[in-house]
């Protein structure tokens, strides 16, 4: 049973820096493609940032290229998402989850899903 568990999120002040994980177990990274999602009250779901299973490809989304990055720590089952230079704008719930589709070309390819953690930004 694959099972995605999100931590790092938290209050933080704009420009500054958080780092999100996403542990995830009953899957090897190897083979499922792990994605960023976000979700603000009122609005749709968006997509932040995507990892390849195969040969670790990136996507980002237009609203957070250059400030943040992606990565994953294999031996942990780990991915982690880096987020710096905060905005209020970035305030949402992410969302990890994962799919063996690449590239994934909508959220509804992604097959499970982390509860999500809260990210605020704002003084």
């Known amino acids: 049973q694959v099972q995605l568990v999100e931590s790092g999120g938290g209050l933080v002040q704009p420009g500054g820096s958080l780092r999100l994980s996403c542990v995830a177990s009953?899957?090897?990274?190897?083979?499922?493609?792990i994605g960023w999602f976000r979700q603000a009250p009122g609005k749709e779901r968006e997509g932040v940032s995507c990892i390849s299973g195969s040969d670790g490809t990136t996507y980002y989304g237009d609203s957070v290229k250059g400030r943040f990055t992606i990565s994953r720590d294999k031996r942990e089952n780990t991915v982690y998402l880096q987020m710096n230079s905060l905005k209020p704008e970035d305030t949402a719930v992410y969302y990890c989850?994962?799919?063996?589709?690449?590239?994934?070309?909508?959220?509804?390819?992604?097959?499970?899903w982390g509860q999500g953690t809260q990210v605020t930004v704002s003084s």
């Open positions: 989850a994962a799919t063996r589709r690449w590239p994934p070309g909508h959220s509804d390819d992604f097959s499970s």
């Open positions: 009953g899957l090897d990274l190897d083979y499922y493609a």
